[in-house]
């Protein structure tokens, strides 16, 4: 079985600090990772992707994640906050081409000025 | 662009009044999906097709069904919408055969019934 358990269901920080959104996935088999951001009321947009190429993967809006293969993580960070980051991020995981996504619960970002 | 297109981005219906949801997309992917979103909540997945093949998931209720007529096009039909059926519908499109193939997403339509 896949799944994913993102651990903090809400994170806020001051615009121009950094962002860490941390997830763990569990997954029988060497698995695809994915983190996508939903702006309110907007459909989902890839941020990245972990395909097993590079274990470091950069996204897109200065989004990077790393893959942690002996700490089953796939956190997600940024160096410096915009008030335009302010939105839900899902990490998501496939453990075959056959299989749908499966979603994390969320994390809620919140960008103070 | 190529894209996942959803209309109406907004509906709503009365309850219990059949209601269709559309979904387009130009990216002539084989797989198309139908997520459920409520309020603060990840998306369910209520079902999806390999090309013609119907998936349903297990807890979908039988009153959600889908349509999908050719490889561009994929309905969602809410028979008799309760008050519990309000939420954000999304559809997405992925190529069938990667484990890293990613998911394209709509906008979503957001369903309200009174």
């Known amino acids: 079985a896949q799944s994913v358990t993102q651990l903090d269901s809400h994170v806020s920080v001051s615009e121009g600090t950094p962002v860490l959104l941390r997830c763990n996935y569990s997954s029988s088999y060497s698995p695809s990772l994915f983190w996508y951001v939903q702006h309110p009321n907007k459909g989902l947009q890839l941020l990245l992707k972990?395909?097993?190429?590079?274990?470091l993967v950069k996204g897109i809006n200065g989004f990077e994640a790393e893959f942690k293969k002996s700490e089953t993580s796939f956190h997600l960070t940024k160096p410096s906050a915009h008030m335009s980051d302010a939105a839900e991020y899902f990490c998501?995981?496939?453990?075959?081409?056959?299989?749908?996504?499966?979603f994390g619960k969320g994390t809620r970002l919140s960008v103070i000025a | 662009d190529a894209m996942v297109i959803q209309n109406p981005r907004y509906q709503v219906t009365q309850f219990g009044k059949p209601v269709t949801l559309s979904c387009s997309q130009t990216?002539?992917?084989?797989?198309m999906y139908w997520y459920q979103q409520k309020s603060s909540q990840a998306p369910k997945l209520l079902f999806h097709?390999?090309?013609?093949?119907?998936?349903n998931e297990a807890d979908t209720p039988d009153n959600f069904q889908s349509r999908r007529p050719n490889t561009s096009f994929c309905f969602l039909d809410i028979r008799s919408p309760g008050l519990g059926d309000a939420a954000m519908y999304l559809c997405?499109?992925?190529?069938?055969?990667?484990?890293?193939?990613?998911?394209?997403f709509g906008q979503g339509t957001r369903l309200t019934v009174v």
């Open positions: 998501v995981v496939r453990t075959s081409g056959n299989t749908p996504l499966v």
């Open positions: 997405a499109t992925s190529r069938q055969g990667g484990v890293n193939t990613e998911a394209f």
């Open positions: 097709y390999y090309d013609k093949d119907f998936n």
């Open positions: 990216l002539n992917h084989n797989v």
């Open positions: 972990y395909t097993s190429a590079a274990t």
